[in-house]
């Protein structure tokens, strides 16, 4: 069975390991953006709607696995109820997770 630390050991401190809430809060972004910038254009201005066919399920198949992680660091106690919220409305907004990625998450950064 593989499994995935959930803390890294600094010293004799323990810290929680964010780095596939990083991941996913990258990958999530991108996919919005590629939605936003590229897909829906394609679909509006030019007439090509397989491309949010293509894109959009991928978005959305992304921004669940970013809010179920987020919510697991929270439910862990390893995130604040602040960032947790900030997480979720920054999932909604474009560039929104790249922000919350390096100002909520970058003192876990390894």
């Known amino acids: 069975m593989l499994v995935f630390p959930v803390f890294l050991i600094y010293g004799d401190k323990m810290k929680p390991d964010f780095s596939i809430l990083r991941w996913a809060a990258l990958f999530e972004g991108s996919s919005l953006l590629l939605l936003l910038f590229v897909a829906m254009p394609l679909k509006y201005y030019f007439g090509i709607p397989e491309a949010v066919k293509i894109i959009g399920p991928l978005h959305g198949?992304?921004?669940l696995s970013f809010i179920v992680l987020l919510f697991?660091?929270?439910t862990k106690g390893e995130l604040s109820p602040l960032k947790t919220l900030t997480g979720l409305v920054a999932s909604f907004i474009p560039f929104g997770t790249f922000v919350?990625?390096?100002?909520?998450l970058k003192a876990s950064a390894d």
Do not use: E, N, Y
């Not at 919350?100 to 909520?104: E, I, P």
């Open 61 to 63: 198949i992304l921004f």
């Open 72 to 74: 697991s660091h929270a």
């Open 100 to 104: 919350f990625k390096a100002k909520m």
